[in-house]
């Protein structure tokens, strides 16, 4: 138990549906992260949020849409996705400027897109 | 920007050899830098972490990495692993306010 918490554990979806990611964390961070993680390549960074305000968008495609109503709470929201998609999505987070490095993670949400 | 380069993408050793995984970071000023673990079915967590002082780290189960700043390369060690070290590891850089990971080393110990 990380102190974050990653709903739905998995996901199937077509390539025309809408989905949401959420993510909930207990620690009273500031900072929270959106990760991809597919095999054979690095973790790939994707938003970052800082005091609910994104400070980073790594160049992702817009069929990805975050969310973070607070600062306790991150969603990811899918829509018209492609195969090439699946992987499973990590949410981290951590107190703001990431001062000690740490990183805490979530256990993913797995998804396929068919 | 900064990056990190992992050489070993996959380890094969029995219970009680020794392990080295390789780990280097692009960027040639102050480096702030970490290994993660990711056990089968569990999340990612820190191993250990190298900010300043003594280049020789150590974290948890044994772990250490050495902080080699001319060869521009933080190795994770073991000098006998057991095969709850099974999983896969995770060499990162920090830049500014986000991690940099790389593409993972799997490791797998058989008894």
């Known amino acids: 138990e990380t102190g974050v918490t990653q709903t739905p554990r998995h996901l199937v979806m077509g390539m025309t549906n809408k989905k949401s990611l959420k993510c909930e964390q207990h620690?009273?961070?500031?900072?929270m992260y959106w990760y991809k993680q597919s095999a054979k390549k690095p973790l790939e960074l994707m938003f970052v949020y800082n005091f609910k305000e994104q400070t980073e968008n790594n160049s992702v495609p817009s069929r990805f849409s975050p969310e973070c109503p607070n600062s306790s709470h991150l969603f990811l929201h899918l829509h018209t996705l492609q195969p090439e998609d699946s992987a499973l999505y990590l949410c981290?987070?951590?107190?703001?400027?990431?001062?000690?490095?740490?990183?805490?993670f979530g256990e993913g949400s797995r998804l396929t897109v068919l | 920007a900064q990056s990190v380069s992992q050489h070993n993408h996959h380890v094969i050793l029995s219970e009680a050899a020794s392990l080295e995984l390789g780990c280097n970071y692009s960027?040639?000023?102050?480096?702030?830098l970490f290994w993660y673990v990711q056990y089968p079915g569990q999340h990612l967590q820190l191993l250990l972490k190298?900010?300043?002082?003594?280049?020789l780290v150590k974290g948890i189960k044994g772990f250490e990495a050495e902080f080699i700043k001319s060869k521009f390369s933080f190795n994770l060690r073991k000098p006998s692993v057991q095969w709850s070290d099974t999983a896969e590891y995770f060499c990162?850089?920090?830049?500014?306010?986000?991690?940099?990971f790389g593409t993972g080393t799997r490791l797998q110990v058989f008894p």
């Open positions: 620690l009273g961070h500031n900072a």
């Open positions: 190298y900010f300043s002082g003594d280049p």
């Open positions: 990162a850089v920090k830049d500014t306010d986000k991690l940099i």
């Open positions: 981290a987070s951590t107190p703001l400027g990431l001062t000690t490095g740490e990183l805490f």
């Open positions: 960027y040639g000023g102050t480096v702030n």
